[in-house]
């Protein structure tokens, strides 16, 4: 079976770094997704990564090891506004995104 | 922001009526996603369409049916509503169907089958 694996809930404190572990198993593997999810809200998109490495974006970084089957979303100069819930998406051989159940992030004054 | 509309956003219905959900969006993408949302689950895909009348299943489509009559319009029907259906449903649009294209998703519909 397809399985996407994901910390349930982390906790961080305001203006610090935290890091995101994904962990997938999938048929086939055509790219690895993040989204940022506020409560209440959709889905927003984060960053795009199917070759190994970091891709960074401002404050947020993302990290793909395709022979690992692993991922993480490095989140820094963390800020209130950062609380939300961050999903893993693996897009698999027929091109359907599996997705993760998520990870809520408290953030801490 | 993408122009993605869902209509109703709130519903309350009773087991075994019929309902239908709504999804509108002004940017001309080909492919168009239905997902439902709930707690300790990752999103899961309900059904998708890839062009006016091209529908296909995805994982969780049982009581479901898909029509696209129009490219900017994809409508959900829940042919007999029941309580395991209550949810969050999220549409969602893209310009393709593979990385790096992203989806972009709808404010979402919560549905409650009473």
């Known amino acids: 079976g397809q399985n996407i694996d994901q910390p349930t809930e982390m906790t961080a404190t305001e203006g610090a770094i935290v890091q995101i572990n994904c962990t997938y198993q999938t048929s086939g593997f055509n790219g690895l997704f993040w989204y940022q999810q506020h409560a209440g809200e959709a889905p927003t998109f984060l960053s795009y990564?199917?070759l190994d490495g970091l891709e960074e974006k401002g404050r947020f970084s993302s990290f793909l090891s395709r022979s690992k089957g692993y991922s993480y979303l490095l989140l820094k100069e963390l800020q209130m506004k950062d609380s939300a819930s961050y999903l893993c998406?693996?897009?698999?051989?027929?091109?359907?995104?599996?997705w993760g159940a998520g990870t809520k992030l408290i953030i801490k004054p | 922001d993408a122009g993605i509309t869902q209509s109703p956003r709130h519903k309350v219905t009773e087991t075994g009526t019929p309902v239908t959900l709504r999804c509108h969006q002004t940017e001309n993408h080909r492919y168009m996603y239905w997902y439902r949302q709930d707690p300790g689950h990752g999103l899961r895909l309900i059904h998708y369409s890839y062009g006016v009348k091209d529908t296909d299943k995805g994982e969780v489509s049982d009581g479901y049916s898909v029509s696209r009559s129009k490219t900017e319009d994809f409508l959900l029907t829940l042919e007999s509503a029941t309580s395991s259906q209550t949810s969050v449903y999220f549409c969602?649009?893209?310009?393709?169907?593979?990385?790096?294209?992203?989806?972009?998703f709808g404010p979402g519909t919560r549905l409650t089958v009473t």
């Open positions: 990564n199917v």
């Open positions: 969602a649009i893209s310009e393709g169907s593979g990385g790096p294209y992203e989806q972009y």
């Open positions: 998406a693996v897009m698999d051989s027929n091109y359907q995104l599996i």
